[in-house]
């Protein structure tokens, strides 16, 4: 097991929620461990899995000190990544969902975006599609939009106070991410990227999007 070091500060917090999502968990940490910059802390929130998250989990606790994990009982998304928020220690914050995946430059190219334009606080965009995905629209939720047109809050990428002085997420019934970006953009100095495309978004089969989606097809 990897000692304990209490000196650590990374320059980038992830932060990785998941709820019964083991079965996506080691690819979506790895891309993490396989990152160009090697500054960084993880922190998987456990919203309260019923699966064997932890199994998955706990080998690369064991073995990586800049990895931790964090568990309680069934609250939602917002609830999870507030509490990231505020366990975590790096002077930048952005986030990873659990069927997700970053390339390897992922890290790297969010962090030299944001040192060559001095005057952004967060950045959020540059993200793969592996298909065209469509989902509610959050200002029209009678309609649909391409998932190229959202907000997706796992590229969201800003500095630590952002986060801290907008009091992080809102537990929404839907649209968290868009809000928090709504947020971010009145108060912040920010810039909506589509290059490069470093994230790649995976829709598990139990996506809420994708849930809320379906019943809008129904209806």
């Not at 000196?7 to 932060?15: A, R, W, Y």
């Not at 975006?113 to 959020?124: F, Q, R």
């Not at 298909?131 to 190229?148: H, P």
């Not at 995976?202 to 019943?215: G, H, L, V």
């Amino acid at each position: 097991m990897s000692p304990i070091n209490f000196n650590v500060k990374p320059e980038i917090s992830i932060i990785l929620i998941t709820y019964n999502r083991a079965n996506y968990l080691k690819k979506a940490i790895e891309s993490v461990i396989n990152q160009t910059f090697k500054n960084w802390e993880l922190l998987v929130i456990d919203d309260g899995s019923k699966d064997n998250t932890f199994e998955i989990v706990n080998p690369f606790v064991e073995n990586n000190e800049r990895i931790r994990y964090f568990r309680h009982t069934n609250r939602g998304l917002a609830h999870a990544r507030n509490a990231g928020i505020q366990a975590c220690f790096g002077n930048y914050i952005t986030f990873l969902d659990s069927d997700d995946s970053y390339k390897s430059n992922h890290l790297e190219s969010r962090l030299e975006y944001m040192e060559s334009h001095p005057e952004l606080e967060a950045i959020t965009g540059g993200f793969e599609l592996e298909e065209e995905i469509f989902i509610v629209d959050y200002y029209q939720q009678d309609k649909t939009i391409s998932l190229r047109d959202c907000v997706m809050c796992p590229t969201i990428f800003g500095k630590r106070y952002v986060f801290f002085q907008i009091k992080g997420f809102q537990d929404l019934p839907y649209g968290e991410d868009t809000d928090l970006w709504n947020r971010i953009e009145d108060k912040f100095k920010t810039e909506r990227i589509t290059k490069p495309e470093t994230y790649v978004y995976t829709r598990a089969e139990n996506s809420f999007t994708k849930s809320i989606y379906k019943e809008k097809i129904k209806s």
